[in-house]
């Protein structure tokens, strides 16, 4: 009797297993069709048609171009920075260092960006805030210094935009709007 309580055991344990596969499998597939699914259109604010996927997610398409944009407008002004793009959640969707950029920009780039998404608010603004709250500085992962910009879509953050490297924050910050602003495009 014993015997038969195993083999059926082993027999549901499989079939889990199968099951859960097959549901990855599913998964696997939703999470390759992008915005190919048929869901109710996003409506977007600040970032342009077409770069959301649904879920009001950045594309990793719309995130590069975003980076590259922050990339060409520092290179412009001579400045060597690092960009991350993070999504809603603050995972880092890209990161570019660019030629000449410091070791440390590559961290601060990706905690400005969480920070930004986070709070939807461009990280200067944020750092304003610490006078009152002194301790939102000791949060893991975030960094309240200009160089932050959130992106949004329908008024809620899709993904942040994080750059260091430049001589100020004021500079970081104003190439990460450069990349909010390709988004617009």
């Not at 190919?36 to 590069?64: D, K, M, N, Y």
């Amino acid at each position: 009797m014993k015997h038969v309580k195993k083999a059926h055991r082993t027999r549901l344990t499989t079939g889990g297993a199968i099951v859960a596969l097959g549901l990855a499998g599913v998964g696997a597939y939703s999470a390759s069709a992008g915005g190919e699914q048929a869901t109710a259109p996003t409506t977007v604010t600040e970032a342009a048609a077409g770069h959301t996927a649904s879920a009001g997610r950045l594309t990793i398409a719309a995130a590069t171009k975003a980076a590259r944009a922050v990339l060409d407008a520092a290179e412009a002004e001579n400045q060597r920075v690092t960009v991350a793009v993070v999504d809603r959640d603050g995972n880092t969707l890209v990161t570019l260092r660019g030629d000449g950029a410091g070791p440390q920009s590559f961290t601060s780039a990706e905690r400005k960006a969480f920070t930004a998404v986070a709070w939807n608010a461009p990280t200067s603004v944020l750092a304003g805030r610490l006078d009152r709250a002194p301790h939102l500085k000791d949060i893991p992962g975030t960094l309240f210094l200009g160089g932050g910009a959130p992106v949004t879509a329908a008024g809620a953050p899709v993904a942040g935009i994080g750059v260091a490297g430049a001589p100020s924050g004021d500079l970081d910050e104003k190439y990460a709007r450069a990349g909010v602003a390709a988004l617009e495009r």
